[in-house]
Protein backbone atom coordinates (compact mmCIF):
# COMPACT_ATOMS: atom_id res chain seq x y z
CA UNK A 1 0.00 0.00 0.00
CA UNK A 2 1.56 3.55 -0.89
CA UNK A 3 1.08 5.23 2.49
CA UNK A 4 2.20 8.68 1.03
CA UNK A 5 -0.03 8.73 -1.58
CA UNK A 6 -3.03 7.80 0.64
CA UNK A 7 -2.30 10.70 2.76
CA UNK A 8 -1.62 12.84 0.26
CA UNK A 9 -5.06 12.57 -0.99
CA UNK A 10 -6.97 12.26 2.38
CA UNK A 11 -5.45 15.81 2.55
CA UNK A 12 -7.29 16.50 -0.63
CA UNK A 13 -10.23 15.40 0.23
CA UNK A 14 -10.34 17.20 3.89
CA UNK A 15 -9.75 20.29 2.28
CA UNK A 16 -13.23 21.09 2.27
CA UNK A 17 -14.05 21.04 6.30
CA UNK A 18 -10.36 22.75 7.26
CA UNK A 19 -10.81 25.64 9.70
CA UNK A 20 -14.66 24.26 10.65
CA UNK A 21 -15.90 23.99 14.12
CA UNK A 22 -14.10 26.02 16.81
CA UNK A 23 -10.69 26.07 18.55
CA UNK A 24 -10.71 25.35 22.62
CA UNK A 25 -11.18 28.05 24.11
CA UNK A 26 -10.94 27.35 27.44
CA UNK A 27 -7.57 28.65 28.27
CA UNK A 28 -5.54 31.33 26.02
CA UNK A 29 -3.11 29.67 24.71
CA UNK A 30 -5.30 27.40 22.82
CA UNK A 31 -7.88 30.29 22.10
CA UNK A 32 -5.00 31.44 19.87
CA UNK A 33 -4.11 28.34 17.97
CA UNK A 34 -4.85 28.74 14.23
CA UNK A 35 -8.01 26.72 13.19
CA UNK A 36 -6.90 25.97 9.30
CA UNK A 37 -3.85 23.85 10.44
CA UNK A 38 -4.01 20.33 9.64
CA UNK A 39 -1.33 17.55 9.98
CA UNK A 40 -1.29 13.64 9.57
CA UNK A 41 1.15 11.14 10.14
CA UNK A 42 1.52 7.10 10.30
CA UNK A 43 4.53 5.71 11.60
CA UNK A 44 4.60 1.66 10.63
CA UNK A 45 5.40 -0.97 13.37
CA UNK A 46 8.56 -1.84 11.57
CA UNK A 47 9.85 1.96 11.72
CA UNK A 48 9.09 3.48 8.54
CA UNK A 49 7.68 7.03 8.59
CA UNK A 50 4.80 9.06 6.62
CA UNK A 51 3.12 12.27 6.69
CA UNK A 52 1.19 15.02 5.13
CA UNK A 53 0.56 18.75 5.87
CA UNK A 54 1.53 20.54 9.06
CA UNK A 55 2.56 16.98 10.57
CA UNK A 56 5.88 18.23 12.12
CA UNK A 57 4.60 21.08 14.31
CA UNK A 58 3.91 20.15 17.96
CA UNK A 59 0.59 20.88 19.68
CA UNK A 60 -0.88 20.53 22.80
CA UNK A 61 -1.69 17.03 23.14
CA UNK A 62 -3.99 17.62 26.30
CA UNK A 63 -6.06 13.90 27.12
CA UNK A 64 -3.67 11.94 24.57
CA UNK A 65 -1.66 11.61 27.45
CA UNK A 66 -4.27 9.63 29.10
CA UNK A 67 -3.37 6.62 26.62
CA UNK A 68 0.22 6.96 27.57
CA UNK A 69 -0.64 7.24 31.17
CA UNK A 70 -3.36 4.26 31.46
CA UNK A 71 -0.54 2.05 29.92
CA UNK A 72 2.07 2.86 32.75
CA UNK A 73 -0.07 2.32 35.14
CA UNK A 74 -1.31 -1.38 33.68
CA UNK A 75 1.98 -2.14 33.34
CA UNK A 76 3.01 -2.31 37.01
CA UNK A 77 -0.49 -2.35 38.14
CA UNK A 78 -2.37 -4.97 36.11
CA UNK A 79 -5.67 -6.03 37.10
CA UNK A 80 -6.32 -4.64 40.51
CA UNK A 81 -6.21 -0.94 38.43
CA UNK A 82 -9.39 -1.50 37.86
CA UNK A 83 -10.94 -1.54 41.21
CA UNK A 84 -10.37 2.07 41.40
CA UNK A 85 -11.58 3.25 37.62
CA UNK A 86 -14.47 1.87 35.22
CA UNK A 87 -13.89 0.41 31.88
CA UNK A 88 -17.71 1.57 30.47
CA UNK A 89 -18.42 4.58 27.85
CA UNK A 90 -19.69 7.11 29.98
CA UNK A 91 -21.43 8.71 27.41
CA UNK A 92 -21.26 11.84 28.92
CA UNK A 93 -18.53 15.32 28.30
CA UNK A 94 -15.53 14.26 29.51
CA UNK A 95 -15.03 16.51 32.57
CA UNK A 96 -18.77 15.84 33.92
CA UNK A 97 -19.31 15.42 37.29
CA UNK A 98 -22.28 13.72 37.26
CA UNK A 99 -22.36 9.57 37.51
CA UNK A 100 -19.20 10.21 39.95
CA UNK A 101 -22.18 10.83 42.75
CA UNK A 102 -23.50 7.16 41.91
CA UNK A 103 -21.01 5.20 41.33
CA UNK A 104 -19.36 5.89 44.63
CA UNK A 105 -16.08 8.18 43.31
CA UNK A 106 -15.12 5.09 40.88
CA UNK A 107 -14.65 7.18 37.29
CA UNK A 108 -16.71 5.38 34.81
CA UNK A 109 -13.06 5.30 32.17
CA UNK A 110 -9.92 6.00 32.52
CA UNK A 111 -10.35 8.41 29.50
CA UNK A 112 -12.38 10.89 31.18
CA UNK A 113 -11.13 13.54 33.08
CA UNK A 114 -12.16 11.79 36.67
CA UNK A 115 -10.61 8.27 35.18
CA UNK A 116 -7.66 10.17 33.98
CA UNK A 117 -7.01 12.34 37.65
CA UNK A 118 -7.32 8.67 39.31
CA UNK A 119 -4.75 6.83 36.64
CA UNK A 120 -2.17 9.59 37.64
CA UNK A 121 -2.70 9.47 41.04
CA UNK A 122 -1.57 5.90 40.99
CA UNK A 123 1.01 6.61 38.10
CA UNK A 124 2.83 9.35 41.38
CA UNK A 125 2.32 6.60 43.95
CA UNK A 126 3.94 3.79 41.52
CA UNK A 127 6.94 6.40 40.22
CA UNK A 128 7.18 9.44 42.34
CA UNK A 129 6.94 11.13 39.15
CA UNK A 130 3.72 10.63 37.45
CA UNK A 131 4.74 13.28 34.42
CA UNK A 132 8.79 12.73 34.29
CA UNK A 133 8.24 9.13 33.49
CA UNK A 134 5.57 9.89 31.22
CA UNK A 135 8.09 12.75 29.54
CA UNK A 136 10.83 9.65 29.58
CA UNK A 137 8.73 6.98 27.66
CA UNK A 138 7.41 9.79 25.65
CA UNK A 139 10.67 10.72 24.21
CA UNK A 140 11.67 7.10 24.13
CA UNK A 141 8.79 5.95 22.02
CA UNK A 142 8.70 8.77 19.69
CA UNK A 143 12.45 9.09 19.35
CA UNK A 144 12.13 12.60 19.76
CA UNK A 145 14.45 13.81 22.98
CA UNK A 146 13.18 17.22 22.50
CA UNK A 147 9.80 16.23 23.70
CA UNK A 148 8.49 18.45 26.21
CA UNK A 149 5.73 19.92 28.41
CA UNK A 150 4.75 23.80 27.46
CA UNK A 151 4.76 25.25 30.91
CA UNK A 152 2.30 28.21 29.63
CA UNK A 153 -0.13 25.94 28.77
CA UNK A 154 0.22 24.00 32.31
CA UNK A 155 -0.35 27.16 34.09
CA UNK A 156 -3.14 28.11 32.29
CA UNK A 157 -4.26 24.70 32.69
CA UNK A 158 -4.01 25.08 36.92
CA UNK A 159 -5.64 28.86 36.89
CA UNK A 160 -8.37 27.56 35.01
CA UNK A 161 -8.51 23.87 36.82
CA UNK A 162 -11.99 24.27 38.47
CA UNK A 163 -13.36 21.72 37.52
CA UNK A 164 -10.78 19.35 37.48
CA UNK A 165 -10.48 20.44 40.71
CA UNK A 166 -13.79 19.39 41.97
CA UNK A 167 -13.70 15.74 40.13
CA UNK A 168 -10.14 15.36 42.36
CA UNK A 169 -11.84 16.78 45.49
CA UNK A 170 -14.92 14.68 45.01
CA UNK A 171 -13.19 11.30 44.60
CA UNK A 172 -10.54 12.51 47.38
CA UNK A 173 -14.13 12.33 49.64
CA UNK A 174 -14.83 9.18 48.64
CA UNK A 175 -11.28 8.16 48.97
CA UNK A 176 -10.42 7.03 45.44
CA UNK A 177 -7.25 9.59 45.45
CA UNK A 178 -4.12 8.23 47.25
CA UNK A 179 -2.03 11.80 46.75
CA UNK A 180 -2.55 15.34 48.17
CA UNK A 181 -5.25 16.61 45.92
CA UNK A 182 -2.61 19.82 44.82
CA UNK A 183 0.03 17.02 43.69
CA UNK A 184 -2.35 14.71 41.88
CA UNK A 185 -3.85 18.04 39.80
CA UNK A 186 -0.47 19.57 38.93
CA UNK A 187 1.32 16.76 37.49
CA UNK A 188 -2.37 15.99 35.54
CA UNK A 189 -1.57 19.78 34.46
CA UNK A 190 1.61 19.02 33.28
CA UNK A 191 0.45 15.88 31.57
CA UNK A 192 -2.08 17.85 29.42
CA UNK A 193 0.52 20.65 28.31
CA UNK A 194 3.30 18.25 26.82
CA UNK A 195 3.75 19.53 22.95
CA UNK A 196 4.33 17.02 20.07
CA UNK A 197 3.69 16.23 16.77
CA UNK A 198 1.91 14.33 14.30
CA UNK A 199 5.11 12.72 13.24
CA UNK A 200 5.98 12.03 17.59
CA UNK A 201 2.55 10.93 18.76
CA UNK A 202 2.01 8.26 15.42
CA UNK A 203 5.52 6.66 16.58
CA UNK A 204 4.52 6.87 20.27
CA UNK A 205 1.46 5.27 19.82
CA UNK A 206 3.17 2.20 17.87
CA UNK A 207 3.48 -0.07 21.24
CA UNK A 208 -0.04 -0.56 20.79
CA UNK A 209 -0.35 -1.29 16.91
CA UNK A 210 2.80 -4.06 18.12
CA UNK A 211 0.66 -5.76 20.69
CA UNK A 212 1.96 -4.21 23.67
CA UNK A 213 6.46 -3.98 22.11
CA UNK A 214 8.11 -0.84 23.06
CA UNK A 215 10.01 0.65 20.01
CA UNK A 216 13.26 -1.15 21.73
CA UNK A 217 11.41 -4.40 21.19
CA UNK A 218 10.81 -4.58 25.26
CA UNK A 219 7.58 -5.26 26.32
CA UNK A 220 5.49 -2.73 28.48
CA UNK A 221 1.80 -4.67 28.26
CA UNK A 222 1.27 -7.96 27.70
CA UNK A 223 -0.77 -8.82 24.61
CA UNK A 224 -3.83 -9.11 25.97
CA UNK A 225 -3.40 -5.67 27.99
CA UNK A 226 -2.44 -3.99 24.92
CA UNK A 227 -6.30 -5.28 23.47
CA UNK A 228 -7.31 -3.79 26.56
CA UNK A 229 -5.96 -0.53 26.47
CA UNK A 230 -6.87 -0.49 22.39
CA UNK A 231 -11.03 -1.70 23.67
CA UNK A 232 -11.11 0.67 25.76
CA UNK A 233 -10.03 3.79 23.23
CA UNK A 234 -12.31 2.40 20.94
CA UNK A 235 -15.58 2.68 23.79
CA UNK A 236 -14.56 5.48 25.44
CA UNK A 237 -11.49 7.40 23.71
CA UNK A 238 -13.68 10.17 21.88
CA UNK A 239 -15.91 10.75 25.10
CA UNK A 240 -20.09 10.82 24.38
CA UNK A 241 -18.54 10.34 20.76
CA UNK A 242 -17.14 7.04 20.87
CA UNK A 243 -20.45 5.31 19.36
CA UNK A 244 -20.46 7.70 16.18
CA UNK A 245 -16.02 7.56 15.75
CA UNK A 246 -16.06 3.51 16.20
CA UNK A 247 -19.26 4.04 13.15
CA UNK A 248 -17.04 6.53 11.03
CA UNK A 249 -13.41 5.25 11.80
CA UNK A 250 -13.73 1.65 12.83
CA UNK A 251 -10.69 1.98 14.88
CA UNK A 252 -9.50 2.60 18.76
CA UNK A 253 -8.91 6.11 18.99
CA UNK A 254 -8.09 8.64 21.30
CA UNK A 255 -8.29 12.38 20.82
CA UNK A 256 -7.69 16.16 22.87
CA UNK A 257 -8.98 19.07 23.05
CA UNK A 258 -5.51 20.66 20.96
CA UNK A 259 -7.17 19.18 18.27
CA UNK A 260 -5.30 15.78 18.00
CA UNK A 261 -6.15 12.36 17.66
CA UNK A 262 -4.31 8.97 17.60
CA UNK A 263 -5.50 6.05 16.13
CA UNK A 264 -4.42 2.23 16.09
CA UNK A 265 -4.27 -0.06 13.19
CA UNK A 266 -3.46 -3.51 15.09
CA UNK A 267 -0.27 -5.22 13.53
CA UNK A 268 0.30 -2.34 11.36
CA UNK A 269 0.32 1.09 12.42
CA UNK A 270 0.14 3.82 14.23
CA UNK A 271 -1.85 7.48 12.85
CA UNK A 272 -2.13 10.74 14.06
CA UNK A 273 -4.28 13.53 12.44
CA UNK A 274 -4.45 16.82 14.04
CA UNK A 275 -6.38 19.76 13.19
CA UNK A 276 -7.38 22.42 15.97
CA UNK A 277 -11.21 22.85 15.15
CA UNK A 278 -13.59 20.95 17.78
CA UNK A 279 -16.75 19.61 17.06
CA UNK A 280 -19.42 20.10 20.58
CA UNK A 281 -18.11 16.66 21.95
CA UNK A 282 -14.41 18.45 22.00
CA UNK A 283 -13.28 16.00 18.73
CA UNK A 284 -11.51 17.61 15.86
CA UNK A 285 -13.72 17.62 12.82
CA UNK A 286 -11.25 17.62 10.15
CA UNK A 287 -9.29 14.83 12.16
CA UNK A 288 -12.63 12.72 12.72
CA UNK A 289 -13.48 13.26 8.80
CA UNK A 290 -9.36 12.25 7.65
CA UNK A 291 -9.59 9.08 9.93
CA UNK A 292 -13.25 7.92 8.15
CA UNK A 293 -11.33 9.09 4.79
CA UNK A 294 -8.58 6.84 5.67
CA UNK A 295 -10.20 3.79 6.55
CA UNK A 296 -12.66 4.02 4.06
CA UNK A 297 -10.44 4.24 0.84
CA UNK A 298 -7.89 1.76 2.35
CA UNK A 299 -10.81 -0.76 3.77
CA UNK A 300 -8.76 -1.24 6.68
CA UNK A 301 -10.10 -0.89 10.30
CA UNK A 302 -10.25 -3.50 13.42
CA UNK A 303 -13.87 -4.58 11.56
N1 LIG B 1 -6.81 19.73 29.86
C1 LIG B 1 -8.12 19.36 29.45
C2 LIG B 1 -9.02 19.21 30.67
O1 LIG B 1 -8.58 18.65 31.62
C3 LIG B 1 -8.07 18.07 28.69
C4 LIG B 1 -9.41 17.66 28.16
C5 LIG B 1 -9.38 17.00 26.83
O2 LIG B 1 -8.41 17.03 26.07
N2 LIG B 1 -10.49 16.41 26.47
O3 LIG B 1 -10.13 19.68 30.68
Redesign the pocket.
Known amino acids: MDYQELLNQVLEEVRPVLGQGKV?S??PALARVDPGQFGMALATVDGELFGVGDWRTPF?I???S?VFTLALVLARDGDALWRRVGKEPSGNP??SLVQLEYEHGIPRNPFI?AG?LVITDRLSSLTGDARGVLREFLRAESGNPSVDFDPVVAAS?AEH?H??AALAHFMAGYGNIENPVPNVLEH??WQ??LAMSCADLARACGFLARHGRRVSGERLLTRSQAKQVNAIMLTCGT?DAAGEFAYRVGLPGK????GGIVAIIPNRCGLCVWSPGLDAR?NSVAGVEALDRFTTLTGLSVF
Do not use: D, H, L, P
Open positions: AYISQSIKFNNAEGRNYFCSYSGVGG
